[in-house]
């Protein structure tokens, strides 16, 4: 045999893979000590650093304390007496502070991606200054929560809320008026305050 075709043979068989050993024999099969890909690592750690980060965030806006507090009563208000979204059921709500942080985790999870964490308006309007588009009294504020507004810009939530986490939210929506946060501008026209009729 030639020297040329002992390279070409040589060429053809599979070098043997040289890395370490784990130690571990199962049934004469050996496994290799192999680290995970550095990608996998650094996506790894992004999501512990990301993580923490998300949390510190959502306990210092209160967010996580909304939500918790939201479950927490709603276990106990689910059995208690149905709200009406009129006029004087939402002022009276606007004044009790439970209820109010109710609405607010019911905001934080459904209305905050569009509305903003503090009802200052990202893709939506905003809802701490005086203009409104679809809304002229108080009561209104249940219909386009219930209804939705815009063909399904605004969802329609009465399929997903219970009829009291839409009075509760829309207490909460209401009690954001006059506190004018920097964020998305004016839409609508300014209506009256908020009255009891």
Known sequence: MSNLENQEQ?????GEIEAPLTGHNYDGIQEYDNPLPGWWTWIFIGTIIFSVIYFFIAVTTGTLSAVYAYEQDSQSDANAKQYVGDAPTLMA????PIKLKMGQGVFSVRCAACHGTNGEGLSCPNLTDEYYIHIKKIADIVDVVSNG??????????????PNEIVFVSAYVASLRGRNLAGRGPEGVII??????
């Open 93 to 96: 709500l606007m004044k009790d």
């Open 10 to 14: 040589d060429a053809e068989e599979p």
């Open 192 to 197: 009256p305050p908020w009255s009891d009729k």
């Open 149 to 162: 507004r815009k063909n399904g810009a605004m969802p329609a939530w009465k399929t997903q809320l219970t």
